[in-house]
């Protein structure tokens, strides 16, 4: 018998791309332990590293998707989609061995990705500091899992499994969708009327393939709140005064909620920002321009704590640099059906949510003017560099098409007057020929 | 709704197939109770039900079914006592109805007997209830609900039930005002 070393050593070559603790990736490691297939998993640097290595020309040619988790088997076959890889790696038993069970399989797995993983996110995110913390949505979401958890303790009064009698890529994919929900917030009261769903996750969590690659799972003791803090740490774009910002923030995305009248739709923000934002950012759209001596959060400062006229307007028109920023005055291109006030705010309110990546390069006055079914929307903002930039982002389009955009010249007398009355909120406002309502400012 | 006999020494050749033995052992009989013996090829003849089965699963190299730690060791044999001793021999309607009720409360937020993992007291549980649940009505089964969902389970449990009845249960409850 040869030592050891010198037998042909049985690497497997089938690989999983995705970036660390990954519940998508979970599904497929799963599935192989149960099918007995040998994984690579490429999740760090220098062999993988997320947000870079996905975005490559090579990656992109095997994944045009660019996302993980990604599967690359021994004999070059690829495939993407978190689903789509558990069922390759899996056997017979795992996806259903007759055609109904099949569909069942299919069925729950849809399932979970259309009905859980949105309210699991938006309850989930914010209390991991990924994602903005918003009350409304949160209790919505709540609302969503008591439904959720519902519809599958009834379900699992008579079952053991979901489909048949054995574990199946149905039991896998909606446990690892429910693995975040019963880590950080299903504390025990809230849990305690869904027994048929707890004994049927305790069981799987403590099946062998599962604790694999699960390793032990601590269920919630008490239930997670917004992590503000973490959440600050995680973007550092952001820098606006901290003192007065989460209160005002929340109170005015409360209001706008109020107004809606219905639950904001689960952002589509996933649990990728979170392994993004552990990563060191080279991401800043500005970060090719020279160092400017404007520091806007010390204006935003003066702006949101002194008097504008006596102090703030002063403060800005020293210290402004024109070579690194720049002023637009926008004006909404529509006013024609800006029938009521309150949408009119909504819209104002809804644009500086979108933009809110530009926080810590922008500032605005926005006003509306004028009364219901005769009014008009303009403002004046000030932009880091000398473009405007909302072509870096599809999320900004929608509104830098919707305002007429018109570089002022900093030194012009208009400009000046623009500047003084849109920051006081009072003034001539000569070209606009309707009364101030209400104004918004970007900050 | 009678308990009837039992599988007797039935029971330990299903056994034997379920662990995927295939030498057969031969079983006496001993006493009024019709205790199972099995002589041994070495030593010493082994009596009753619950050491043979053990015997068993360790010669099939299968100990995991006797419990893989301390505690899960206690509960599997707890549950084998209660199989020979209060299951076993059973034909008072009223018993049958205790035992079932403990049993449907046990079960409620258990996948098997141990809680999460098959043992052997889930096989000699199965092979014990089995005349009994045969029995039942379908109303009764949704009444013990719980007993039901496992019951089911391990019947289906690869390799155990080879050839006793298979007994249907309907998933979809019926009488959603049976508690
Ligand atoms: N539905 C997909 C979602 C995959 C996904 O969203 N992947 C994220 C990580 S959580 C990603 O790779 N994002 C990289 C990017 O968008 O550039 C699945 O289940 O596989």
Not at chain 1, 294 to 313: C, G, H, P, Q, W
């Amino acid at each position: 018998m040869l030592p050891s070393c010198l037998r042909t050593p049985s690497f497997p070559l089938q690989t999983l791309y995705t970036y660390p603790e990954n519940w998508r990736a979970f599904k497929a490691l799963i599935a192989a332990q149960y099918s007995g297939a040998k994984i690579k998993v490429l999740s760090t640097p220098p062999q993988f590293h997320f947000g870079q290595t996905n975005k490559t020309p090579e990656f992109l040619k095997k994944f045009p998707v660019g996302k993980v988790p990604a599967f690359e088997g021994d004999d070059g076959f690829c495939v993407f989609e978190s689903n789509a890889i558990a069922h390759y790696v899996g056997n017979d038993e795992l996806r259903g061995s007759t055609k109904e069970a099949a569909a069942q399989i299919i069925q729950w797995v849809s399932f979970a990705d259309s009905d859980i993983v949105p309210p699991a996110s938006t309850w989930v995110f914010p209390t991991l500091g990924i994602m903005h913390y918003n009350k409304q949505a949160t209790e919505y979401a709540k609302e969503e899992v008591k439904r959720i958890l519902g519809v599958l303790d009834s379900h699992l009064k008579t079952r053991t499994f979901l489909v048949g009698e054995r574990v199946t890529l149905a039991d896998i994919t909606v446990v690892c969708t429910l693995l975040w929900l019963y880590k950080q917030v299903l504390e025990p009261s809230f849990r305690q009327p869904y027994d048929n769903v707890n004994r049927w996750f305790v069981t799987c969590i403590n099946q062998p393939q599962f604790k694999a690659v699960l390793g032990e799972v601590k269920l919630c003791e008490k239930m997670a709140q917004f992590d503000a803090k973490k959440f600050a740490e995680n973007q550092p774009k952001k820098d606006v005064p901290k003192k007065e910002k989460p209160v005002k923030e929340e109170k005015k995305q409360q209001q706008e909620k109020k107004e809606e009248n219905k639950p904001e739709p689960e952002e589509e923000l996933d649990e990728c920002e979170q392994a993004l934002a552990s990563e060191p950012k080279s991401k800043d759209p500005f970060a090719h321009l020279p160092k400017s001596p404007f520091i806007m959060d010390e204006f935003k400062r003066k702006y949101s704590n002194e008097d504008t006229l006596t102090v703030a307007l002063p403060y800005f028109w020293e210290h402004f640099d024109k070579e690194g920023w720049s002023i637009w005055y926008a004006e909404y291109r529509f006013p024609e059906e800006l029938s009521q006030a309150f949408m009119s705010c909504n819209l104002i309110t809804g644009m500086f949510q979108r933009l809110d990546k530009l926080r810590k390069n922008a500032f605005a006055s926005v006003i509306l003017f004028g009364t219901n079914n005769s009014s008009s929307i303009s403002g004046v903002w000030v932009f880091r560099g000398q473009e405007l930039a909302f072509p870096l982002s599809p999320d900004w389009q929608v509104d830098y098409e919707s305002y007429a955009w018109r570089k002022l010249d900093a030194t012009s007398e208009e400009c000046k007057t623009l500047v003084k009355e849109y920051y006081l909120w009072d003034g001539e406002f000569a070209h606009v020929g309707k009364a101030f309502n209400q104004g918004k400012i970007f900050k | 709704m009678a308990a009837g006999p039992g599988l007797g020494a039935e029971e330990l050749d299903l056994l034997e197939k379920s662990l995927g033995l295939t030498k057969g052992n031969k079983y006496g009989v001993q006493g009024e109770r019709k205790t199972p013996v099995l002589q041994t090829n070495s030593g010493p003849s082994l009596t009753g039900l619950t050491t043979i089965a053990t015997h068993l699963v360790k010669q099939a190299k299968k100990e995991q079914l006797l419990g893989s730690n301390a505690e899960e060791k206690a509960i599997v044999r707890q549950w084998l006592e209660y199989r020979v001793t209060q299951i076993d021999g059973q034909s008072n309607k009223d018993d049958i109805r205790i035992i079932l009720k403990d049993l449907n409360l046990y079960l409620e937020d258990k996948v098997y007997v141990t809680g999460n993992n098959f043992t052997l007291a889930d096989i000699l549980m199965y092979y014990g209830l089995h005349s009994i649940i045969a029995d039942l009505t379908v109303q009764e089964k949704e009444k013990y609900l719980n007993v039901s969902r496992w019951f089911n389970h391990i019947q289906h449990y690869p390799g155990v039930r080879q050839h006793l009845s298979n007994i249907v249960f309907i998933k979809n409850r019926l009488y959603t005002n049976v508690h």
